[in-house]
T-cell receptor, first 110, second 117 residues
């Protein structure tokens, strides 16, 4: 079945950039997503990219997609303490089901 | 404001008990999902439903069942709780039509942390 892999933990200093990486196996993925989970809460969609794009920018967030290598990354510029959360990469082939990754816990050090 | 609610934030049950976790959404979504979240394993899909009275097994359905009698409500049932079902359970819903430019955006409830003793 589909598989989505992420590193489990990332620590950065406040003001630095964070880069969270993800690899996926399903070559028919149509949509790729980044979700954010703050402590004690459910997941919330942060941003997404279509598989026919290679980059998407949204304020401090930049998503890069390398479809050949099935690699997705999320860059957060000027990381703030409020960005501390778990970030999930996810993919969907356009049907109802979405496959989520293992999640990367981002710790921002003041 | 879109909302997915779960019946309990914290639940403690004993081994062998029957456990019901309830989820309600107010967005008229066709699709509803139950996941469990464990450290290092991410979100794993237990069951999902794309219509009333319809259900599909996810990746880890063993030991669980579901019920969807009304569109807005999706219940997860642990017939005989075991300690290895101690976990965070997340419910989500999504629309079958494209909304805000994308398909399959899932809206999550706050989760139920279940402890089985």
């Amino acid at each position: 079945g589909e598989d989505v892999e992420q590193s489990l933990f990332l620590s950065v200093r406040e003001g630095d950039s964070s880069v969270i990486n993800c690899t996926y196996t399903d070559s028919s993925s149509t949509y790729l997503y980044w979700y954010k989970q703050e402590p004690g809460a459910g997941l919330q969609l942060l941003t997404y990219i279509f598989s026919n794009m290679d980059m998407k920018q949204d304020q401090r967030l930049t998503v890069l997609l390398n479809k050949k290598d099935k690699h997705l990354s999320l860059r957060i510029a000027d990381t703030q303490t409020g960005d501390s959360a778990i970030y999930f990469c996810a993919e969907s082939g356009g049907y109802q089901k979405v496959t989520f990754g293992t999640g990367t816990k981002l710790q921002v050090i003041p | 404001d879109v909302k997915v609610t779960q019946s309990s934030r914290y639940l403690v049950k004993r081994t062998g008990e029957k456990v019901f976790l309830e989820c309600v959404q107010d967005m008229d979504h066709e699709n509803m999902f139950w996941y469990r979240q464990d450290p290092g394993l991410g979100l794993r899909l237990i069951y999902f439903s794309y219509d009333v009275k319809m259900k599909e097994k996810g990746d880890i359905p063993e030991g669980y069942s579901v019920s969807r009698e009304k569109k807005e409500r999706f219940s997860l049932i642990l017939e005989s709780a075991s300690t290895n079902q101690t976990s965070m359970y997340l419910c989500a819903s999504s629309s079958s039509v494209r909304t805000s430019g994308i398909y399959n955006e899932q809206f999550f409830g706050p989760g139920t942390r279940l402890t089985v003793l």
